[in-house]
């Protein structure tokens, strides 16, 4: 698409088809604007309401308690999101529909019913019991996209045992510091998973982690990739301990603020934070905006192609779904493995009804071409789903006309690990769409973009996007470190949260997010923070000192731009650029690693000496990085220019 075609799309709100909105949950903006103003100037009615999705072991007292900035919700209840996920459908008649389809990278396919998931989760739970886990203890999960992943993290749903699910993708050092700041007890992992026909081996990562760290007791190892190892003192394997198991466990009648999970994400400082999720309010907000913005039905194929090493994978692979007794589709591997076109025979050959995915991923199918897509029947998709990074017009438009054939509705959701669901959105049916813009806020959300002061700006002006009030689904803390979470994102504004994202809104109320604008960078929707790249460079013997940026990239949305200084006596070559990006990969994971190194004398810095970031995000957006990478770049004089100017 041509740049004009591109903002007629960006100027055009496009109306959701006939068909979709007959049977939306939302029929309309008027029954939107009812329901939204409910849910903020009657929370108890509108919450109290939504909380009935929810089977209660014991109802709530008062819906919430606002010490700023720590928030209770649903206090005095009591229930389980494993019961909810599993138990209450079992015991309807959902009991023999799929729960979760599976397909693994070289083809298997497995289906799992409510009553195999609930019997293997039941079992799992015991064997987590077996080895000394109580409620409150941690548990890391380091898993391929495989069932026993979601086996393992209802399992510890289950027993109230927290769940500090690692995407597969890290190395073992993040390994070792995620298991370092939670504690966790047991690892849960496997030999290894497929990933674009390669084996991942991830047991060989726990291995590397496990002498850094002092709490791990035990390690469970699923056979998925029947690698020929042998296990260790402290090593069980998953189907030997699974077999003596006994399929009998009660869910634990756990208070609504019990810890669900601690999810590791990037900030602008220092090393990722645990951001933790409780149980109640939590889980309704998984279940709320599954059911009005994927509008799930029972006989809906429901595919998330998030890894549940992120939060998408946590809210919208796992517990929304499940929660709501959907099916969830769920595949191991590479979207172009073995040829671009494994997406789209899925969706054929699965019939799946509702798809979920990144920009990122849309933007490369765009490259790989529309043959790809062409060649397979999508007639069963009937909604599609953006998640992770601003979509630009271009790629929502090929998605929407493409993928969709103009006849599924796409929503665009914005949110973040610490809001753990949807907070901006286009419901589906019930509004027009807009490409490129996330849409209106959901239930609840208390929504404005504001300038420094923490004054709302008008419409159509820039600033900060915060959140005014606190929502169910909100994280409660930075696991042990409640300071960090206060200052993280309650101080920058005045009583609000800050999410560190720009946006405008536009006049009919549409927010436009425009990225993040703090020190984190979003690459291929994976949050990563400067800094981090940063300490995993400065780490290196050679690296005197490290500044990283973001570049625009066409697919990724940013690439990882970093300028390095090296020691004294240190040559700069080619080989040790290649040497530091290879470092980055162990320290953090592949993720990570710097698309562009530029060695340099110095690093432009203000007489205060703080790193002119600024001077080095236009440098490495001029275009001048395609020469030798080892070229030294001497910011002496451009740096000093700066400070006259300034
Ligand atoms: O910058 C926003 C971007 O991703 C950040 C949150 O990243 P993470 O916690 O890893 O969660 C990703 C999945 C929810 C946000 O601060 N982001 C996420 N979704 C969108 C988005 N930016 C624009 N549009 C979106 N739909």
């Known amino acids: 698409m041509n740049t004009s075609s591109a903002a007629k799309a960006r100027s055009r709100a496009i109306k959701p088809k006939a068909g979709f909105c007959k049977q939306a949950l939302v029929a309309n903006r008027k029954t939107y604007e009812k329901l939204y103003r409910q849910s903020l100037e009657k929370p108890e009615k509108f919450w109290g309401d939504a909380s009935r999705e929810i089977t209660w072991f014991k109802p709530w007292k008062k819906l919430l308690s606002w010490k700023p900035p720590f928030a209770e919700w649903f206090v005095g ?3 389980n999101v494993s019961f909810n996920c599993l138990d209450r459908h079992v015991a309807s008649p959902r009991r023999h529909k799929a729960a979760l389809i599976w397909e693994g990278e070289p083809g298997e396919r497995v289906t799992l019913t409510y009553a195999q998931l609930h019997r293997e989760v039941c079992k799992f739970a015991n064997v987590l019991k077996s080895q000394g886990i109580k409620s409150g203890d941690r548990v890391a999960i380091y898993m391929p996209m495989i069932p026993e992943a979601v086996i393992a993290m209802l399992a510890c749903a289950r027993i109230g045992a927290p769940h500090t699910v690692i995407f597969g993708g ?17 690892v849960v992992t496997a030999d290894g998973g497929y990933r674009r026909g390669q084996v991942v081996r991830l047991k060989e990562s726990v291995d590397a982690a496990l002498p850094g760290t002092s709490t ?17 003192d402290r090593d069980v394997w998953y189907h030997e301990a699974m077999a003596a198991a006994s399929d009998q466990c009660e869910a634990a009648s756990l208070d609504s603020e019990h810890p669900l999970f601690i999810l590791y994400t990037s900030g602008s400082t220092g090393k990722p934070k645990g951001i933790l999720h409780t149980t109640a309010g939590y889980f309704l907000g998984a279940l709320l905006s599954t059911k009005y913005v994927f509008d799930l039905k029972d006989e809906d194929l429901y595919w998330c192609t998030a890894d ?34 494994r997406f789209w025979k899925i969706v054929e050959e699965h019939k799946v009804n509702i798809f979920y995915t990144a920009p990122t991923a849309i933007r490369a199918f765009m490259k790989w071409g529309d043959d790809w897509v062409k060649k397979h029947d999508l007639s069963s998709l009937r909604l599609l789903g953006s998640v992770g990074e601003p979509i630009n017009p271009e790629a929502w438009m090929w998605y929407y006309r493409t993928v969709g054939q103009e006849r599924c509705p796409v929503v665009d959701t914005w949110w973040q690990t610490e809001t753990g669901g949807h907070m901006v959105t286009t419901l589906p049916g019930a509004v027009p769409m807009k490409p490129g813009s996330a849409g209106l806020p959901f239930f609840g959300v208390d929504l404005a973009v504001v300038d420094e002061s923490g004054a709302e700006v008008p419409p159509d002006t820039g600033g900060r996007l915060v959140i005014r009030r606190p929502w169910p689904s909100m994280l409660r803390s930075i696991y042990g470190d409640a300071t960090r979470y206060r200052k993280q994102y309650w101080s920058d504004v005045k009583g609000c949260y800050f999410t560190g994202d720009g946006a405008r809104r536009d006049r009919d109320g549409y927010f436009w997010i425009t990225g993040r604008i703090d020190d984190v960078l979003n690459v291929a929707g994976h949050r990563l923070g400067t800094a981090e790249v940063e300490s995993a460079l400065v780490s290196h013997p050679a690296v005197a000192e490290a500044a990283v940026v973001g570049k625009a990239d066409e697919i990724k949305g940013q690439a990882v731009f970093a300028f390095v200084t090296v020691k004294q006596g240190i040559t700069p070559t080619t080989e040790l650029n290649e040497e530091l990006r290879r470092h980055v990969g162990k320290e953090i994971g592949a993720i990570a690693k710097p698309d562009v190194i530029r060695f340099a004398e110095v690093l432009p810095k203000t007489r205060s000496g703080k790193i002119m970031r600024r001077l080095l995000r236009e440098i490495a957006a001029g275009g001048e990085v395609k020469g030798d990478v080892t070229t030294l770049e001497d910011f002496n004089a451009l740096a000093s220019l700066r400070q006259q100017e300034e």
């Open 77 to 79: 209840g009591k229930l």
């Open 216 to 232: 791990v007791t035990r390690v469970i190892v699923v056979r998925r990739a029947g690698l020929d190892m042998s296990l260790g």
């Open 170 to 186: 890290f190395s073992a050092e993040s390994v070792k510091d995620r298991i370092n700041d939670c504690g966790a007890k047991i």
């Open 308 to 341: 549940i090493g992120w939060v998408t994978g946590h809210t919208y692979v796992v517990y929304g779904v499940l929660g709501l007794g959907g099916t969830s589709l769920i595949y191991e591997g590479a979207p172009n493995h073995p040829e671009p076109d």
